[in-house]
């Protein structure tokens, strides 16, 4: 093998690199001993969305890209595409989210449109090696996300009904992003991540409950007072429906399909609730 030929070694540029997926992938590259550089507003490699200043000295070097992108419109992701690849960046692995494809998936409004799918599109039409994960409902929402205070306060009160979600492992979707960044196999793939198997609110109580002892409850309350109580507590009132729009696939039933994602993507079975939350639990989640 000549020099020329030689393959140059991978390092990756992780934007939202200190997020609930961001941080995960940072951790794996590195335990594997790929460069990595964390980016964010504030993390070692400043990377800012809304300063596209920030975007190059972010890029310079990096052979592949993990987005976490902004959920804006208009998306700032194709400049960053077209930027990404104009360096030099040869892969790119983008964190979209379930149902973003699917017309009337978050609302009768909804048109299967949006930042969401600018992004895709944008990957898709750079001409680099491309991954897409579309994950759902994240398990980390009720040990370090917006269910946090429920479960830790003893009533959880959402507006999905008796609805089930097949609630997603964020260590499961940072699997998947590592082996798109650093391993052939998984371009052109589009990745659908779930969790095995489908729970209610008030099943994600009980689990909760017997590893901590801490009991909450689900409070079912209607869409329009769920809204209201989040502006109440300050929410900006677009903000509050973008909330309420996401919550409306599990109350349909949409979340709790069971996709095959995790297993196509690392040949094995995703992490069950169960097992995250005893993880969760053992690291003082809900203390």
Do not use: C
Not at 30 to 51: I, K, L, Y
């Amino acid at each position: 093998m000549t020099q020329k030929d030689e393959k140059a070694p991978v390092e990756v540029l992780v934007t939202g690199g200190t997020g609930k997926t961001g941080r995960r992938v940072v951790a794996r590259l590195r335990e594997q001993g790929v460069r990595t550089r964390a980016a964010s507003r504030s993390g070692e490699t400043r990377f800012d969305w809304a300063d596209p200043n920030t975007w190059k000295a972010a890029l310079e070097g990096a052979t592949a890209v993990y987005i976490v992108p902004l959920d804006t419109s208009p998306s700032p992701t194709p400049a960053l595409v077209e930027q990404a690849v104009a360096s030099g960046v040869e892969r790119l692995v983008l964190l979209s989210a379930r149902g973003v494809d699917v017309p009337g998936y978050f609302g009768d409004a909804y048109e299967g449109e949006g930042p969401h799918m600018e992004s895709e599109a944008a990957v898709r039409a750079s001409g680099a090696d491309w991954t897409i994960l579309r994950p759902g409902w994240f398990a980390q929402n009720f040990s370090e996300g917006v269910f946090l205070d429920g479960v830790k306060g003893g009533e959880l009160a959402l507006p999905v009904g008796d609805g089930a979600a097949a609630y997603v492992d964020a260590d499961d979707i940072a699997a998947v992003a590592v082996a798109a960044l650093t391993a052939d196999g998984h371009t052109g793939e589009v990745y659908e991540l779930s969790g095995p198997r489908a729970l209610g609110l008030a099943e994600v109580l009980d689990e909760i409950a017997r590893a901590t002892g801490r009991r909450a409850s689900y409070v079912e309350v209607d869409d329009a007072a769920f809204r209201a109580g989040l502006v109440a507590e300050g929410m900006p009132e677009a903000e509050a429906g973008l909330w309420a729009d996401a919550l409306l696939p599990i109350r349909t039933g949409r979340e709790a399909q069971v996709s095959d994602g995790v297993r196509r993507a690392l040949g094995r079975a995703p992490r069950d609730f169960a097992d995250f939350v005893r993880d969760a639990a053992a690291e003082g989640a809900w203390r």
